[in-house]
């Protein structure tokens, strides 16, 4: 390709080549020529008047820099508000710029004109985000003084006037420790670090500040850019969550209640004091391992896998680390954070105590009944002894006087007083037979059915019919069965010599049995003569009987002490004319334990 | 001396048999004319019948029971006057009981079960108001 010689009329297509606009004015302002960018910003606008073209005036602008140009000669820039060709308002920069005639004489000037409108509006921009931003930003310069800052810092920490940043930022007449800004300004490298100032109106202001260099055309760090973010409602909420933590740190690790969180893969998280106590382990053995088989009863496991929700156990037997079974009322909860299973909570109270106090009250109970026993026995032999001090006057006036008659009479007296003597020690020995019920594992129906078979055939010559009602789903039970069943033989014996004095033909008498409220209940009733209040008030007490002679008043009685001894109660409710019923009630967790099988403590 | 005049009668309640017969043969011998009964409903009809001196009541009786056939001697005026000894083997228990009851005034006499014959007698005598006898 050979070289092609440059035409200096080429300079016209040149000139319509740049993307700044281009215009030729004369003295008289008038465009005399522009180019093709310039046709694209103001339109076609040759031969009018400059004014008219970019401003939209009919008069020159008060000062006219191509004006100037013409009378002085020198090059001007300036920054310009003009309107397009659409009448928009338009930002430009215009170079003013002489043309000199063959003479040396100004006959022309040029103007380039330079739209900005788009770099203005990014300025603008700009200027709204570092106003706006939701964080304090300030400019600093090398001496620390705050420069420009935008509204959320001036609002903050005031207008600043030239003052250094620590007095803004801290009231402080000090720089402060480790200053970001010093830093940043040494090696042009961001920094940042936590830091609490005092806003204007006095208030402690936490934030997070990060310095970042502001470099000039040279690369050198004349001004640094501080941005901090509030984080005072932050500090805040975590100081209140710190706070939360501590209080719920120290209930549980006080709690008497021993408590352990597992995660959803059944490791342990956590474990109170009273945890390490009632299983005999140490949290450090034990935090971050999955839960020993051993520590819980099966019932719980299913809320440890997220199969349930939550489980509850009131008489469960806890393994210690040593083994040892353990009374304890114990239960889990499942946790879930966001609706995501994350693990449960193990609450457990050791019972031990607990039943200690039961036992000893239960004690006391068996101490205040033969206290009981022991009044009722004194009365019941004053009156046989009057019985025999009777006699014995009876007989030896008879034997004084020669009477015989008084004399057997007397006699008479001395024996029946005697074998009642022999009697009350008959009761009393089975009184004072064993001073602890000897529990054995029984079905409570087994003994219903006993008592019934041996009373049915001797009520049923006397016209009483006598049923057993058994709710055959009663689980076995630790009861002493000869106690149990002297008990029930008593009742029943009692309520058949109640229809025998009845009025009423065709009397019944029925043994229930069945369970409520974890308690196995036995109900003899009756449909007898009935009682009146005052033999209601006295059934229980000792030497008491409406049987005359025949009765030793001691049945009820050593009922009685057999049902506290097995933990229970026995109440009556009687209607004279109708029939008696007595109740026996043993809460399951009152029975006496097994021998042997209570644990150490 | 007393002079021979009717004899004072005396009404024992109580249901054992023994005792009655050991206060009937004590106050017979001793001038004295028993009256009997072993339950508390026959007493009282006995009491509204006989209209007794003095009577003797054991308190631990089925029913009615000795505090009831108290209550109702005590509540009719034919037989409010008349001086009740209290026979019982409970006695303590029964003077706390009886002592907190206003509407009732307590009984004339007590005599715990066992007692002496010379016991039982000073205070029938006393409640009697009868010189020592002379026997």
Same mark, same amino acid.
């Given at each position: 390709?050979?070289?092609?010689?440059?035409?200096?009329?080429?300079?016209?297509? /040149?000139?319509? !080549?740049?993307?700044?606009?281009?215009?030729? /004015?004369?003295?008289?302002?008038?465009?005399?020529?522009?180019?093709?960018?310039?046709?694209?910003?103001?339109?076609?606008?040759?031969?009018?008047?400059?004014?008219?073209?970019?401003?939209?005036?009919?008069?020159?602008?008060?000062?006219?820099?191509?004006?100037?140009?013409?009378?002085?000669?020198?090059?001007?820039?300036?920054? %310009?508000?003009?309107?397009?060709?659409?009448?928009?308002?338009?930002?430009?920069?215009?170079?003013?710029?002489?043309?000199?005639?063959?003479?040396?004489?100004?006959?022309?000037?040029?103007?380039?004109?330079?739209?900005?409108?788009?770099?203005?509006?990014?300025?603008?921009? &700009?200027?709204?985000?570092?106003?706006?931003?939701?964080?304090?930003? @300030?400019?600093?310069?090398?001496?620390?003084?705050?420069?420009?800052?935008?509204?959320?810092?001036?609002? $903050? *920490?005031?207008?600043?006037?030239?003052?250094?940043?620590?007095?803004?930022?801290?009231?402080?007449?000090?720089?402060?420790?480790?200053?970001?800004?010093? !830093?940043?300004?040494?090696?042009?490298?961001?920094?940042?670090?936590?830091?609490?100032?005092? @806003?204007?109106?006095?208030?402690?202001?936490? &934030?997070?500040?990060?310095?970042?260099?502001?470099?000039?055309?040279?690369?050198?760090?004349?001004?640094?850019?501080?941005?901090?973010?509030?984080? $005072?409602?932050?500090?805040?909420?975590?100081?209140? =969550?710190?706070?939360?933590?501590?209080?719920?740190?120290?209930?549980?690790?006080?709690? =008497?209640?021993?408590?352990?969180?597992?995660?959803?893969?059944?490791?342990?998280?956590?474990?109170?004091? @009273?945890?390490?106590?009632?299983?005999?382990?140490?949290?450090?053995?034990?935090?971050?391992?999955?839960?020993?088989?051993?520590?819980?009863?099966?019932?719980?496991?299913?809320?440890?896998?997220?199969?349930?929700?939550?489980? /509850?156990?009131?008489?469960?037997?806890?393994?210690?680390?040593?083994?040892?079974?353990?009374?304890?009322?114990?239960?889990?909860?499942?946790?879930?954070?966001?609706?995501?299973?994350?693990?449960?909570?193990?609450?457990?109270?050791?019972?031990?105590?607990?039943?200690?106090?039961?036992?000893?009250?239960?004690?006391?109970?068996?101490?205040?009944?033969?206290? !009981?026993?022991?009044?009722?026995?004194?009365?019941?032999?004053?009156?046989?002894?009057?019985?025999?001090?009777?006699?014995?006057?009876? $007989?030896?006036?008879?034997?004084?006087?020669?009477?015989?008659?008084?004399?057997?009479?007397?006699?008479?007296?001395?024996?029946?007083?005697?074998?009642?003597?022999?009697?009350?020690?008959?009761?009393?020995?089975?009184?004072?037979?064993?001073?602890?019920?000897?529990?054995?594992?029984?079905?409570?129906?087994?003994?219903?059915?006993?008592?019934?078979? =041996?009373?049915?055939?001797?009520?049923?010559?006397?016209?009483?019919?006598?049923?057993?009602?058994?709710?055959?789903?009663?689980?076995?039970?630790?009861?002493?069965?000869?106690?149990?069943?002297?008990?029930?033989?008593?009742?029943?014996?009692?309520?058949?010599? @109640?229809?025998?004095?009845? !009025?009423?033909?065709?009397?019944?008498?029925?043994?229930?049995?069945?369970?409520?409220?974890?308690?196995?209940?036995?109900?003899?009733?009756?449909?007898?003569?009935?009682?009146?209040?005052?033999?209601?008030?006295?059934?229980?007490?000792?030497? *008491?009987?409406?049987?005359?002679?025949?009765? $030793?008043?001691?049945?009820?009685?050593?009922?009685?002490?057999?049902?506290?001894?097995?933990?229970?109660?026995?109440?009556?409710?009687?209607?004279?004319?109708?029939?008696?019923?007595?109740?026996?009630?043993?809460?399951?967790?009152?029975?006496?334990?097994? %021998?042997?099988?209570?644990?150490?403590? | 001396?007393?002079?021979?005049?009717?004899?004072?009668?005396?009404?024992?309640?109580?249901?054992?048999?023994?005792?009655?017969?050991?206060?009937?043969?004590?106050?017979?011998?001793?001038?004295?004319?028993?009256?009997?009964?072993?339950?508390?409903?026959?007493?009282?009809?006995?009491?509204?019948? +006989?209209?007794?001196?003095?009577?003797?009541?054991?308190?631990?009786?089925?029913?009615?029971?000795?505090?009831?056939?108290?209550?109702?001697?005590?509540?009719?005026?034919?037989?409010?006057?008349?001086?009740?000894?209290?026979?019982?083997?409970?006695?303590?228990?029964?003077?706390?009981?009886?002592?907190?009851?206003? +509407?009732?005034?307590?009984?004339?006499?007590?005599?715990?079960?066992?007692? +002496?014959?010379?016991?039982?007698?000073?205070?029938?005598?006393?409640?009697?108001?009868?010189?020592?006898?002379?026997?």
């Amino acid at each position: 390709m050979t070289a092609v010689a440059w035409h200096p009329e080429w300079r016209a297509e /040149l000139v319509d !080549q740049f993307l700044a606009g281009v215009m030729v /004015l004369d003295r008289s302002l008038a465009i005399a020529d522009h180019n093709r960018a310039f046709t694209e910003m103001f339109g076609e606008a040759r031969g009018n008047k400059c004014y008219k073209v970019l401003k939209g005036r009919s008069e020159p602008c008060g000062i006219c820099a191509a004006m100037s140009t013409f009378n002085d000669g020198r090059r001007r820039v300036l920054e %310009q508000v003009g309107q397009d060709r659409e009448g928009r308002p338009v930002n430009y920069l215009v170079q003013v710029g002489p043309l000199r005639d063959p003479a040396g004489d100004i006959a022309f000037t040029a103007v380039i004109t330079t739209d900005l409108t788009a770099t203005k509006r990014l300025q603008r921009e &700009y200027q709204a985000l570092f106003e706006k931003v939701p964080c304090y930003v @300030a400019v600093l310069n090398r001496d620390f003084r705050v420069v420009k800052a935008n509204e959320q810092f001036r609002r $903050t *920490f005031g207008e600043p006037t030239g003052e250094h940043c620590h007095e803004m930022f801290k009231k402080s007449p000090e720089r402060c420790a480790g200053c970001l800004v010093e !830093q940043t300004f040494r090696d042009g490298e961001p920094h940042t670090a936590p830091h609490t100032g005092i @806003a204007c109106d006095g208030e402690t202001t936490h &934030y997070l500040a990060f310095t970042t260099p502001l470099l000039n055309e040279s690369g050198e760090v004349r001004h640094v850019i501080h941005m901090s973010l509030d984080v $005072t409602e932050v500090r805040a909420l975590a100081d209140e =969550l710190g706070r939360a933590n501590e209080i719920r740190r120290a209930l549980v690790e006080s709690s =008497l209640d021993a408590i352990a969180v597992t995660d959803e893969h059944r490791r342990v998280v956590m474990l109170n004091r @009273a945890a390490e106590q009632l299983w005999g382990v140490s949290r450090d053995d034990l935090v971050g391992r999955t839960v020993p088989r051993w520590m819980l009863p099966a019932e719980l496991a299913p809320v440890l896998k997220n199969e349930a929700e939550q489980e /509850l156990v009131h008489d469960a037997r806890v393994s210690t680390a040593s083994g040892v079974q353990v009374p304890a009322r114990i239960g889990a909860v499942s946790l879930s954070v966001e609706n995501r299973f994350s693990g449960a909570a193990v609450f457990a109270q050791d019972l031990r105590e607990l039943k200690k106090l039961e036992r000893e009250k239960l004690e006391a109970e068996r101490l205040a009944a033969v206290g !009981q026993t022991v009044a009722g026995l004194a009365h019941g032999i004053k009156n046989i002894l009057t019985g025999l001090e009777g006699g014995m006057y009876v $007989t030896s006036s008879g034997l004084k006087r020669g009477d015989q008659g008084r004399i057997r009479q007397g006699w008479e007296m001395l024996e029946r007083n005697m074998s009642r003597v022999s009697d009350l020690a008959k009761n009393l020995l089975a009184f004072s037979r064993g001073d602890h019920p000897e529990p054995e594992l029984v079905r409570p129906a087994d003994i219903v059915h006993d008592v019934v078979t =041996l009373f049915r055939d001797g009520a049923a010559q006397h016209g009483i019919e006598l049923e057993g009602v058994v709710d055959d789903s009663v689980e076995p039970a630790w009861m002493d069965p000869e106690a149990i069943h002297s008990c029930l033989a008593n009742l029943v014996s009692n309520a058949i010599d @109640a229809c025998l004095v009845s !009025q009423d033909p065709g009397c019944r008498v029925e043994l229930h049995l069945r369970e409520a409220d974890a308690a196995i209940i036995f109900e003899v009733v009756d449909s007898g003569c009935g009682m009146d209040y005052e033999v209601k008030q006295k059934a229980f007490t000792s030497f *008491f009987t409406t049987k005359g002679k025949g009765g $030793t008043g001691l049945g009820l009685l050593l009922t009685r002490k057999i049902v506290q001894e097995h933990g229970g109660s026995i109440t009556l409710e009687s209607t004279p004319g109708q029939g008696s019923t007595f109740r026996l009630r043993f809460p399951r967790a009152r029975l006496p334990e097994p %021998q042997g099988k209570e644990s150490t403590s | 001396m007393t002079r021979e005049s009717s004899p004072r009668r005396i009404l024992i309640i109580d249901d054992d048999p023994d005792v009655v017969t050991y206060l009937e043969t004590v106050f017979r011998d001793n001038g004295y004319e028993p009256l009997c009964a072993t339950d508390g409903d026959a007493g009282l009809e006995l009491a509204r019948a +006989q209209l007794p001196d003095l009577i003797c009541l054991d308190i631990s009786m089925p029913a009615p029971s000795g505090v009831r056939v108290y209550r109702e001697l005590r509540g009719d005026p034919k037989l409010s006057g008349i001086p009740v000894v209290m026979v019982t083997g409970v006695l303590r228990q029964f003077e706390e009981f009886i002592g907190r009851r206003r +509407q009732v005034p307590p009984p004339d006499g007590y005599i715990a079960k066992p007692f +002496q014959v010379e016991e039982l007698l000073s205070v029938v005598r006393r409640l009697l108001r009868t010189p020592a006898a002379t026997s």
